[in-house]
């Protein structure tokens, strides 16, 4: 637990670990990056070079009995978001030149720290939409070294009565896959938030969050292009040791083939939840954390990232003894599901204060990220998913009682 602040110890980190996270790759030369590498989330990564199919916005990790009681138990559901603010009832595509990729690596206990080995990797890359606006996929998997791969999967176009459910057997486990338009399920007062931050640096007047009646929910509304997978922990297990596994440490890429040389760089990274944005202020070093793996996390050479956060981190009114345990709390930036318990980013923490239990699609990942980076000055954005019914800048769709869960497109 993080002794110094016991209160807080139970409380969201998106990528807020990225504040060292982020850290990570000064070292690897931003300035010799291409251009399209940009920074990840919501808002920070639209660019005339690139488009928002490669920007990922969040990563959610659970039990699906958590989240549906009528699931089979044993179950793990993962959701990758891209294509941030999408507007309704308009179709949106995965890229064709891209991998995106769920990576997991097998833990030994909750304490163990974060390696970024990887264990398993499933790959989805995706054709060139069909006239009825579906895309065929090519799900890949790559486990402890041997890769599989299946091509007679599609995306669910929008409007869709149903969506389509893939279902892969193997190994006695099968896997189901969804891909295609959901609501955004995340909840945030982006905007308010910016002008919060720049009061604290001294770029700008000093304001708080704003009321519940007013606070605006900047992803109401919008849509996200998501993959969700379903799959049996079985599955996971290592089939060369007889030792089970009930922990994992998990994160999100994608990468971009090169058209010139056919090899892929990767040109996105998420883990846990949070605001990397939010510590991290300078694009080129969002861009370059964005470029490498967990691995690099805590390279000695990563300091002018860390430098940067540290000096958000007590602009929010952390002092130096605080601010180094924050840095040091959460890398390699990856969120770990430890599925012995009830998951929920709030549920439970490691020895190093860690949240350990994975993320639900409710979650209030910023409200608790925002009470720790400021030490508890800041409670709460005033944003809930459900919203404040006197104000219809907030509120989100019900979400759907079945696999893939996420509420239907706007």
Known sequence: MLVSMPKFSRI???KSLVLGSVAVGIILGATSLPRYLMASDHDDGDTDVRSRSLSLTDLYAFREQD????????DLVLVMNTNPRSVARQQYFFSTNARYE???????????????????????EFAPPNDRNQQQIKFTVIKDGKEVSATNLSTTPLNSEKP?????????????????????????????????????????????????????DFAKGYNVNTIV????????QNPNSSAGTNIYDIWET??????????????????RPGINEGLIVSQNLLATFNSVPPTADLSPAAGPIGAEAARTLKALGNNNERTKVLLNAFLPDVMRIDTTGASGYLNAVNSSGSPIRGRMLKDDVIDQTLNVLSNGAVKSDN??????????????????????YLALPN
Not at 184 to 206: H, K, M, N, S
Not at 261 to 267: A, E, L, M, P
Request: no cysteine; net charge positive; charged share 20%.
């Open 164 to 216: 389509i459910v893939n279902q892969l057997g193997g190994g006695g486990s099968k896997i189901a896959v969804f891909a295609g338009l959901r609501e955004d399920p995340f909840f945030f007062d982006v905007e308010q938030f910016f002008r919060v931050r720049a009061g604290a640096l001294g770029t700008g007047p000093g304001v708080g969050f704003r009321p519940a009646n007013q606070a605006l």
């Open 67 to 74: 989240q549906n009681p009528n699931a089979a138990p044993g």
């Open 229 to 236: 997978a379903r799959i049996p922990q079985q599955f996971l």
């Open 102 to 124: 769920f990576k997991l690596t097998r833990v030994a206990n909750k304490d163990a720290a974060p390696t970024g080995q990887e264990d398993i990797t499933l790959r989805f």
């Open 383 to 404: 944003v809930s998913y459900e919203g404040t019914g006197s104000n219809p800048a907030q509120g989100h769709k019900p979400l759907e009682g079945n696999f893939p």
């Open 12 to 14: 969201n980190w998106k």
């Open 254 to 271: 994608i990468s971009l083939r090169d058209p010139a040389t056919g090899k892929y760089q990767q040109v996105e990274r998420l883990g």
